[in-house]
């Protein structure tokens, strides 16, 4: 999962749209640095069109179901494998 999908979970059920209405702004320094554009309309637009495609129609609750139990499963076999290494 890439930072724009993350940034859809921070959302909450609104997704990409919430989290740059929330927390956009906050964005604008560390972005700054590292020249980003600036966060307009038409960016924001395109951002949220472009993560609503990437998400291909699954909400946040599924996405974010999807990356738990992703995370659930390599954490079981990260211990598999250490313990065969014990």
Do not use: C
């Amino acid at each position: 999962m890439g930072t724009f999908l993350t940034f859809h979970l921070a959302g909450g059920k609104m997704g990409m749209k919430h989290m740059l209405e929330q927390f956009g702004p906050a964005l604008k320094l560390p972005w700054t640095k590292l020249k980003a554009p600036k966060l307009s309309k038409k960016l924001s637009s395109r951002l949220i069109s472009g993560t609503a495609k990437q998400a291909k129609g699954k909400s946040v609750a599924i996405i974010s179901n999807i990356r738990d139990q992703y995370l659930v499963d390599i954490q079981k076999l990260r211990k598999k494998y250490e313990k065969k290494l014990r």
